[in-house]
């Protein structure tokens, strides 16, 4: 049982920060970002792994946070919503082109789409119309029907200089 | 002077905290001292409870636990009836009702301690299906099940079935449909005597919220305080739910003395608990000359509204309203009712009952087309309803419509003709490589704001303020929950005042700090409220002019802002409200049903083309063109999202999203099994409107366009399937099973 279990260090980066937590080892990342470390832009959707909403970048690679125990993350470097813009007024490509193209509606399920879209530029600078649809369909969005997401990944690869 | 914002695609006002992560929703925030809370639901479906024991192993001496006799105020739902409890004390109605409410400081334990609560409930015989409500197999709700019936009649349906040469009947039927919304129902409370209630929450209308709190508190309306957070989506889930669990967390918190308590449901409770769309049976006659003339059509239309009244008397009204679509006929008669079931109540979702009857009549169409040798197109045509004739219910349509021209927008998008014609070619010779293509159709309209009187008893109130600085506020309830309130309104305002898009914001939606301006559903918030917006930011104006501040229309920013400062320093707060008033002409008789339903319609022709795999029976939407006419169109980018996502919800409405039901309880009540679509899923939905303002409209003539998205896509899509598979399928969600037993009946 979670709460009988002792706590225990894991050390990480978050968002370019090192972190000493001390937490239940099977304690969910999602909840260590979101209660530990007051990272509230990372959602819960579904708790399951489906929907995407908890997308956070663990050493480059796209995760569903509700499904990582915090013991797995010991080393790890770990990119949440918060991290995703080099900080400042200025704003990563994508997070620009869904502003601009109408990529975000609600908004909650946006942090974990937009981090779907860094990753999958990182990993395909240019990718096609099949290539975006496939990266994201990881994330579910129920306002915007998708197409408005496509273009602001369209709009964001447009523009130099985009990397995870 | 500036130039016009509206019609522009000014970035969303809210926008930056949203991609970044800022945008604080009601789980992102905690309150020193907070609670969490639980509720403890009925396991069966139906059932006198017996008795409740608390288990071994947890220290329910910590634990604030709320049953119905803590309630200091009356125990039910205050909406249109008053027949839904807060807390079952003696009866259960539907399974998932909530019985108890728990809150401790410990999430961990406040689940095991909910698991420990046992209910012991002797199970009375239950209602399952529209047909057994129907059959009265047993009386689960007044005298006859019957929540809510109209009738529309409209000449006279009876001297026409003897002289028309030809009279087609069908069936068709909807399932349940979950809102989904990415964000779950939550809330925070704060309530004590001393200090009244305080709720924060996701939610679509803090008003219906307020209305009750006060009901259930017993308190007066300065007592108890609504405020919505940042809205992860709605779709009109989070119309009445809101008042259900944000009450649960008030009590909890009044039992605890005014400690916050904090309820956020997990998806599962979600799903299988708050309310879903109404499935539906509609039963259409249609009676039509040989060349194609409607001249009657006799419409049965029933949704299931589940265990207790709720909002099922309204969307029924609409579902019924919109039944016999955008055609001219000369006789109509449309019976509908609302019925009682023992699952938990169903409720809003975009289009309100109009997206289930919609499909109905969109595929008698196709029927009675074909019964009578016409092309579905040219049928259609023949009918159109156009300016200075009549709905259903009499309305005369005084705006110019024209449903012919949108009909052949749509198909010079989609190439339909050709299509049509190739894929019936190819499907004879068996398709390609087992798939088999079609296309198909479907043309409706919606009405924007509430139904014939409604919006005359609401009498919704905006407010705008300005400050010393000439920045302007807008004072309104409607709510952000993604579609763009925020950012039309402050467009709406920005022109009305011809000031910089940057100088307006909206106020927080707070019934301590803005007036009522009617619940955010039924497409209104740009048609009704956006106008109450414009002229109330017009007040402001008007009244520095009548201080003698500003001399003329033709002002610049520093005259505004000056002027502004001197009215504040003079006067105090300048402030103007603006009070909905009908536009003029407006006719409707609730008892008759007959009249101006609506102030205004859009209208649609939505186009869809589908291959059908014959051996996996994988259906895949290739193409979708959504064609329509709303009035002026405010925001280029945010319009065309909305069509986009109702087309979207449409098609898992169609084909993917399967509410599995076992003795009154959702079984499949997680995104695991309960399927969305996906952005794989979907076809590149394609969008295009027309603009014919509408003269009393916002903004140079919007009309509302929220739910029509959701009403075309399952019609046209069935449609598509029917030209590809020759099957005349009735019912949706459309599932791989009954693709293949359809198919195989055929062969």
């Given at each position: 049982?979670?709460?009988?279990?002792?706590?225990?260090?894991?050390h990480?980066?978050?968002?370019?920060?090192?972190?000493?937590?001390?937490?239940?080892?099977?304690?969910?990342?999602?909840?260590?970002?979101?209660?530990?470390?007051?990272?509230?832009?990372?959602?819960?959707?579904?708790?399951?792994?489906?929907?995407?909403?908890?997308?956070?970048?663990?050493?480059?690679?796209?995760?569903?946070?509700?499904?990582?125990?915090?013991?797995?993350?010991?080393?790890?470097?770990?990119?949440?919503?918060?991290?995703?813009?080099?900080?400042?007024?200025?704003?990563?490509?994508?997070?620009?082109?869904?502003?601009?193209?109408?990529?975000?509606?609600?908004?909650?399920?946006?942090?974990?789409?937009v981090?779907?879209?860094?990753?999958?530029?990182?990993?395909?600078?240019?990718?096609?119309?099949?290539d975006?649809?496939?990266?994201?369909?990881?994330?579910?969005?129920?306002?915007?029907?998708?197409?408005?997401?496509?273009?602001?990944?369209?709009?964001a690869?447009?523009?130099?200089?985009?990397?995870? | 002077?500036?130039?016009?914002?509206?019609?522009?695609?000014?970035?969303?006002?809210?926008?930056?905290?949203?991609?970044?992560g800022?945008?604080?929703?009601?789980?992102?925030?905690r309150m020193?001292?907070?609670?969490?809370?639980?509720?403890?639901?009925?396991?069966?479906?139906?059932?006198?409870?017996?008795?409740?024991?608390?288990?071994?192993?947890?220290?329910?001496d910590?634990?604030?636990?709320?049953?119905?006799?803590?309630?200091p105020?009356?125990?039910?739902?205050?909406?249109?009836?008053?027949d839904?409890?807060?807390?079952?004390?003696?009866?259960?109605?539907?399974?998932?009702?909530?019985?108890?409410?728990?809150?401790?400081?410990?999430?961990q334990?406040?689940?095991?301690?909910?698991?420990?609560?046992?209910?012991?409930?002797?199970?009375?015989?239950?209602?399952?299906?529209l047909a057994?409500s129907?059959?009265?197999k047993?009386?689960?709700?007044?005298?006859d099940?019957?929540?809510?019936?109209?009738?529309?009649?409209?000449?006279?349906?009876?001297d026409?079935?003897?002289q028309?040469?030809?009279?087609?009947?069908?069936?068709?039927s909807?399932?349940?449909?979950?809102?989904?919304y990415?964000?779950?129902?939550?809330?925070?409370?704060?309530?004590?005597?001393?200090?009244?209630?305080?709720?924060?929450g996701s939610?679509?209308?803090?008003?219906?919220?307020?209305?009750?709190?006060?009901?259930?508190?017993?308190?007066?309306?300065?007592?108890?305080?609504?405020?919505q957070?940042?809205?992860?989506?709605?779709?009109?889930?989070?119309?009445?739910?809101?008042?259900?669990?944000?009450?649960?967390?008030?009590?909890?918190?009044w039992?605890?003395g005014?400690?916050?308590v904090?309820?956020?449901?997990?998806?599962?409770?979600?799903?299988?608990?708050?309310?879903?769309?109404?499935?539906?049976?509609?039963?259409?006659?249609?009676?039509v000359t040989?060349?194609?003339?409607?001249?009657?059509?006799?419409?049965?239309f029933?949704?299931?509204?589940?265990?207790?009244?709720?909002?099922?008397?309204?969307?029924l009204?609409?579902?019924?309203?919109?039944?016999?679509?955008p055609?001219?006929?000369?006789?109509?008669?449309?019976r509908?009712?609302?019925?009682?079931?023992?699952?938990?109540?169903?409720?809003?979702?975009?289009?309100?009952?109009a997206?289930?009857?919609?499909?109905?009549?969109?595929?008698?169409?196709?029927?009675?087309?074909?019964?009578?040798g016409?092309?579905?197109?040219?049928f259609?045509?023949?009918?159109?309803?156009?300016?200075?004739?009549?709905?259903?219910?009499?309305?005369?349509?005084r705006?110019?419509?024209?449903?012919?021209?949108?009909?052949?927008?749509?198909?010079?998008?989609t190439?339909?003709?050709?299509?049509?014609?190739?894929?019936?070619?190819?499907?004879?010779a068996?398709?390609?490589?087992?798939?088999?293509?079609?296309i198909?159709?479907?043309?409706?309209?919606?009405?924007?704001?509430?139904?014939?009187?409604?919006?005359?008893?609401?009498?919704?109130?905006?407010?705008?303020?300005?400050?010393?600085?000439?920045?302007v506020?807008?004072?309104?309830?409607?709510?952000?929950?993604?579609?763009?309130?925020?950012?039309?309104?402050?467009?709406?305002?920005?022109?009305?005042?011809?000031?910089?898009?940057?100088?307006?914001e909206?106020?927080?939606?707070?019934?301590?700090?803005?007036?009522d301006?009617?619940?955010?559903?039924?497409?209104?918030?740009?048609?009704?409220?956006?106008?109450?917006?414009?002229?109330?930011?017009l007040?402001?104006?008007q009244?520095?002019?009548?201080?003698?501040?500003?001399?003329?229309?033709?002002?610049?920013?520093?005259?505004?802002?000056?002027?502004?400062?001197?009215?504040?320093?003079r006067?105090?707060?300048?402030?103007?409200?603006?009070q909905?008033k009908?536009?003029?002409?407006?006719?409707?008789?609730?008892?008759k049903?007959?009249?101006?339903?609506?102030?205004?319609?859009a209208?649609?022709?939505?186009?869809?083309?589908?291959?059908?795999?014959?051996l996996?029976?994988?259906?895949?939407?290739d193409?979708?063109?959504?064609?329509?006419e709303?009035?002026?169109?405010v925001?280029?980018?945010?319009?065309?999202?909305?069509?986009?996502?109702?087309?979207?919800?449409?098609?898992?409405?169609?084909?993917?999203?399967?509410?599995?039901?076992?003795?009154?309880?959702?079984?499949n009540?997680?995104?695991?099994?309960?399927?969305?679509?996906?952005?794989?899923?979907?076809?590149?939905?394609?969008?295009?409107?027309?603009?014919?303002p509408?003269?009393?409209?916002?903004?140079?003539?919007?009309?509302?366009?929220?739910?029509?998205?959701?009403?075309?896509g399952?019609?046209?899509i069935?449609?598509?399937?029917?030209q590809?598979?020759?099957?005349?399928?009735?019912?949706?969600?459309?599932?791989?099973e009954?693709?293949?037993?359809?198919?195989?009946?055929?062969?």
């Amino acid at each position: 049982m979670i709460e009988a279990a002792a706590k225990v260090e894991v050390h990480c980066t978050v968002n370019g920060a090192r972190q000493t937590l001390r937490v239940h080892p099977l304690a969910r990342l999602l909840d260590v970002l979101r209660e530990d470390l007051g990272l509230t832009g990372t959602k819960e959707g579904c708790g399951e792994g489906e929907c995407g909403a908890c997308s956070v970048l663990v050493d480059g690679e796209l995760v569903n946070s509700c499904l990582v125990p915090v013991l797995q993350i010991e080393g790890a470097e770990i990119k949440t919503i918060e991290g995703v813009s080099a900080g400042g007024a200025e704003l990563h490509a994508v997070q620009q082109a869904f502003i601009e193209c109408g990529g975000a509606q609600c908004g909650i399920c946006t942090p974990g789409m937009v981090l779907a879209a860094v990753s999958l530029l990182a990993q395909i600078p240019q990718p096609t119309d099949a290539d975006i649809r496939n990266g994201l369909a990881g994330n579910l969005c129920r306002c915007t029907g998708y197409m408005k997401i496509f273009d602001a990944v369209v709009r964001a690869c447009e523009r130099a200089g985009v990397k995870a | 002077m500036l130039t016009e914002i509206v019609g522009k695609p000014v970035p969303r006002k809210e926008g930056r905290s949203k991609v970044t992560g800022a945008a604080r929703y009601v789980d992102d925030l905690r309150m020193p001292g907070m609670l969490y809370g639980a509720t403890v639901r009925s396991p069966v479906a139906r059932g006198r409870i017996r008795s409740v024991t608390f288990g071994e192993g947890i220290p329910w001496d910590e634990f604030v636990v709320v049953t119905a006799e803590d309630i200091p105020g009356e125990n039910a739902v205050a909406l249109i009836l008053l027949d839904q409890p807060y807390l079952a004390s003696e009866f259960v109605n539907h399974a998932e009702e909530p019985i108890l409410l728990l809150a401790h400081a410990d999430k961990q334990l406040l689940e095991r301690a909910r698991r420990a609560v046992h209910v012991d409930i002797e199970p009375l015989p239950a209602v399952f299906t529209l047909a057994d409500s129907l059959a009265q197999k047993e009386i689960i709700w007044g005298e006859d099940n019957v929540f809510k019936s109209y009738l529309v009649d409209k000449g006279n349906v009876d001297d026409v079935w003897a002289q028309a040469d030809l009279v087609v009947e069908g069936e068709y039927s909807t399932g349940a449909q979950e809102q989904l919304y990415i964000e779950t129902n939550g809330v925070i409370a704060v309530a004590n005597p001393e200090e009244g209630v305080t709720v924060w929450g996701s939610m679509q209308c803090p008003y219906y919220v307020h209305k009750a709190l006060l009901k259930l508190f017993a308190l007066p309306p300065e007592r108890v305080r609504v405020v919505q957070c940042e809205t992860g989506g709605g779709f009109g889930g989070k119309e009445e739910y809101p008042s259900m669990i944000g009450g649960h967390a008030a009590l909890l918190s009044w039992k605890a003395g005014g400690r916050p308590v904090k309820i956020i449901y997990d998806r599962a409770e979600d799903m299988a608990a708050t309310t879903k769309r109404h499935p539906s049976l509609t039963r259409h006659r249609t009676a039509v000359t040989a060349d194609g003339q409607l001249l009657a059509m006799e419409i049965e239309f029933i949704v299931d509204g589940g265990a207790y009244a709720t909002l099922s008397a309204v969307v029924l009204s609409r579902g019924t309203i919109h039944a016999a679509g955008p055609y001219r006929c000369p006789n109509v008669r449309i019976r509908s009712r609302a019925v009682a079931t023992n699952v938990p109540p169903h409720g809003a979702f975009r289009g309100f009952g109009a997206p289930q009857s919609i499909f109905a009549l969109e595929r008698q169409m196709d029927k009675v087309a074909a019964a009578v040798g016409l092309s579905p197109s040219e049928f259609r045509r023949r009918n159109f309803i156009r300016e200075g004739e009549t709905t259903a219910t009499g309305q005369v349509i005084r705006e110019p419509v024209d449903m012919a021209g949108l009909l052949d927008r749509a198909f010079e998008l989609t190439d339909y003709e050709a299509k049509r014609e190739r894929f019936a070619r190819e499907n004879a010779a068996g398709g390609v490589g087992g798939v088999k293509r079609g296309i198909g159709f479907a043309s409706f309209m919606h009405g924007a704001g509430f139904t014939g009187s409604g919006e005359d008893y609401l009498k919704s109130i905006v407010g705008a303020e300005a400050d010393a600085e000439g920045r302007v506020r807008v004072l309104a309830a409607s709510t952000e929950i993604g579609q763009g309130t925020n950012t039309i309104f402050a467009q709406i305002a920005s022109d009305a005042l011809k000031l910089n898009y940057d100088l307006v914001e909206m106020a927080q939606p707070d019934t301590g700090n803005v007036p009522d301006s009617g619940p955010t559903v039924a497409s209104r918030t740009c048609m009704i409220v956006g106008k109450l917006v414009e002229s109330a930011a017009l007040g402001l104006r008007q009244t520095l002019q009548g201080a003698g501040l500003l001399a003329t229309d033709d002002y610049t920013e520093d005259d505004w802002r000056k002027a502004c400062r001197e009215y504040v320093e003079r006067y105090g707060a300048l402030k103007s409200f603006s009070q909905y008033k009908p536009p003029p002409g407006v006719r409707w008789d609730d008892e008759k049903y007959e009249g101006d339903a609506y102030g205004a319609f859009a209208w649609a022709v939505y186009v869809a083309e589908v291959s059908v795999d014959t051996l996996t029976y994988e259906t895949r939407i290739d193409d979708f063109v959504a064609v329509q006419e709303v009035g002026k169109v405010v925001h280029p980018i945010l319009a065309a999202g909305q069509i986009e996502g109702g087309v979207a919800q449409a098609i898992g409405f169609t084909l993917y999203e399967n509410v599995v039901w076992q003795e009154g309880r959702m079984v499949n009540n997680g995104m695991t099994n309960y399927v969305i679509p996906t952005s794989a899923d979907l076809p590149p939905i394609r969008v295009h409107f027309e603009e014919q303002p509408y003269q009393y409209g916002p903004a140079g003539g919007a009309k509302g366009i929220g739910e029509l998205p959701m009403d075309g896509g399952a019609p046209a899509i069935l449609n598509a399937i029917e030209q590809a598979t020759g099957v005349r399928f009735t019912h949706v969600p459309l599932m791989p099973e009954a693709l293949m037993r359809g198919l195989s009946k055929d062969a």
